[in-house]
């Protein structure tokens, strides 16, 4: 069962315009919520974050969104420029007994279109 | 500053076979965690250390096993492979157990593949 779902494989969206990612979750006890931009042949690279008692988180072109009552979160680039053009994942942290995981989708490919 | 390193970089391994793969995290950096992340999916946490200790394992065989050494690098392995363990194998370091500005640095990963 996929705890953290992002429902779109592959978006598409014009340089200049808005991109928006979205990520579903199911567990309620998801206490940070990251996003992590990936090129081929790199690792994940940490691109923005969001506590679960805050609803939005804002850092230059990217700002993060969180509906704890739905269980959702987008991730929306303003402007998109073609650099962006990447897998972004979501993925959401759980702790206890001293330990921290991060549990990921399987990510959304953004095209951005000169 | 030099990044999480890994190595190798690919390997190919035989069905059966025990393999190492080996993470050196940022220096001054006390955590590393190791991820498997299959083709077409999102990575999947294994392990998580620091300070040296175990302190979170995920949902995966006895045969994935793993160390912290006093220098903090990390050695993730796997005994008896299976074709299903092909996977990118990502270390990631942080200089807390878990840091709220960025999670967590991510290496470029091992790429390993199992015929």
């Given amino acids: 069962d996929q705890q953290v779902k992002q429902n779109s494989p592959s978006l598409s969206v014009q340089e200049g315009r808005i991109s928006i990612l979205n990520c579903d979750y199911t567990n309620s006890m998801f206490d940070y919520f990251l996003w992590y931009k990936k090129y081929p042949a790199e690792g994940p690279t940490f691109l923005i974050s969001i506590s679960s008692i805050k609803d939005k988180n804002e850092d230059g072109r990217f700002t993060v969104f969180l509906n704890k009552s739905a269980k959702h979160l987008s991730l929306h680039i303003v402007p998109s420029q073609p650099g962006d053009s990447a897998v972004y994942f979501c993925a959401a942290r759980t702790s206890g007994a001293g330990s921290y995981q991060l549990t990921f989708g399987k990510g959304t490919k953004l095209s951005v279109i000169p | ?115």
């Fill in chain 2, 1 to 115: 500053d030099a990044g999480v390193t890994q190595s190798p970089t690919h390997l190919i391994k035989t069905r059966g076979q025990q393999v190492t793969l080996r993470c050196s995290p940022i220096s001054g950096h006390k955590s590393v965690s190791w991820y498997q992340q299959v083709l077409g999916q999102g990575p999947q946490f294994i392990f998580q250390y620091y300070e040296k200790e175990e302190r979170g394992r995920g949902n995966f065989p006895d045969r994935f096993s793993a160390r912290q050494f006093p220098n903090y690098s990390s050695e993730l392995n796997v005994n008896a492979l299976l074709l299903g363990d092909s996977a990118l194998y990502l270390c990631a370091s942080s200089s807390e157990i878990f840091r709220d500005d960025y999670g967590y640095t991510f290496g470029s990963g091992t790429r390993l593949t199992v015929v």
